[in-house]
């Protein structure tokens, strides 16, 4: 009996261990997100800080994947930056009428403003709506795409590639997280895009009066503190993807998922995280160094001196009382006379080993030569 209750216990142990090791491997990745925040289960993602262009979280940003409508993003502010009359009404090309996926369901006949069709692509996603915005605007989808692709280039998106305005899996259209990032940072400089964005319901009228109600899919304007956006997509390629974005303690952060099932809520803590990480600091406010230096032969002896720009960077309280260094480079003293303006100096900023911030050092005052006056007391003092 003995025997059999060792085995038995031996095999149970077993058992046990096999159990919990892979329960251990099932809950890794939890445990890492819960110990440091940041964490997703996405193919590709980046949180941008949008004032400075820091990176403040990245898991494959430059590699190139499929976007699905979160293409919209790039449809709609090229169509706001090409479009003379966003209010203008016409008539639909019959090209847009049909087309698969999202759609608003435009009829052959429909006729509305580009500003309305834009709700209807970055609210509802609407694929014929961004093919009818683009004959509109450009005459046809391909010149139009064109503008996309030079607009791309322009914003610095090195890694992305468009091939059609609505995001549908094809050939050639692609992006990467990071370029998502920066396309989206651009457009939300834009006081129009940002606006619709933004809106989480709305109506538009077509030209007979007939009224269609769109309700954003973006499901986190509602359930987030300083959500301002952005947009959702999907296809079969490029999974769940979503761009959104946040204003908070003064920062303007944008998030992007790519090919991530629980887009909304993963987006959502890296969001939160990174505003609870960090805070954009005004680093020119933690500058020491001496501000007067020795005037050699001047009416005064020390000469005023500082810096003229402000520098504000996101930082986390460990990068900002461990990590930013100054380095200062100054002269022991100077020569009258001088004038206010004078380049006297430099401090570079460095957050590790790594150059943030270069900055000139000025004279803020002027210092003349000394007079005769000074010039004969001294000589007698000196005698």
């Excluded at 509602?222 to 390629?237: H, P, S, Y």
């Excluded at 461990?322 to 206010?340: I, M, R, S, V, W």
């Amino acid at each position: 009996m003995t025997k059999k209750i060792l085995v038995a216990t031996l095999v149970f142990l077993l058992l046990a261990s096999i159990i919990l090791s892979s329960l251990a491997s099932l809950i890794m990745p939890f445990t890492a997100r819960a110990e440091n925040g940041l964490y997703t289960s996405a193919v590709g993602g980046c949180v941008l800080e949008t004032t400075t262009g820091r990176v403040l979280f990245g898991k494959n940003k430059d590699k190139k994947l499929a976007m699905a409508s979160t293409t919209k993003i790039m449809t709609a502010i090229t169509a706001i930056e090409n479009c003379q009359d966003l209010d203008e009404k016409f008539e639909v090309s019959p090209k847009a009428v049909g087309i698969e996926g999202t759609s608003l369901y435009l009829r052959k006949g429909d006729v509305y403003s580009t500003r309305d069709l834009l709700y209807a692509l970055m609210l509802i996603s609407g694929n014929d709506a961004s093919v009818a915005i683009a004959e509109h605007v450009a005459g046809s989808t391909s010149e139009f795409v064109t503008l996309m692709n030079e607009l791309a280039k322009k914003i610095g998106a090195k890694n992305t590639h468009f091939a059609n305005t609505h995001g549908l899996d094809a050939d050639g259209h692609y992006t990467t997280a990071y370029d998502l990032a920066l396309i989206t940072s651009y457009a939300l400089e834009n006081d129009t895009f940002r606006e619709i964005v933004s809106t989480k319901n709305t109506k538009i009228t077509n030209g007979e009066g007939e009224n269609r109600y769109l309700k954003n899919k973006n499901k986190l304007l509602n359930t987030m503190e300083g959500c301002i956006g952005v947009k959702t997509g999907f296809t079969d390629d490029a999974g769940r993807c979503l761009v959104s974005a946040i204003e908070k303690n003064g920062m303007r952060l944008v998030c992007v998922v790519l090919n991530c099932g629980p887009m909304f809520e993963e987006s959502k803590l890296l969001l939160e995280t990174c505003c609870n990480l960090y805070s954009l600091v005004d680093v020119t406010g933690l500058y020491n160094y001496s501000k007067e230096v020795k005037v050699d032969d001047g009416r005064k002896k020390t000469a005023l001196i500082g810096t003229k720009e402000k520098f504000l960077y996101p930082l986390s309280n460990y990068e900002k009382e461990k990590l930013l260094k100054f380095e200062y480079n100054l002269p022991t003293c100077l020569q009258a006379p001088l004038k206010k303006g004078k380049e006297v100096g430099e401090i570079k900023v460095f957050l590790n080993k790594d150059l943030l911030f270069c900055e000139k050092i000025y004279t803020i005052e002027d210092v003349k030569p000394k007079t005769i006056l000074q010039r004969l007391k001294e000589f007698a003092g000196n005698w």
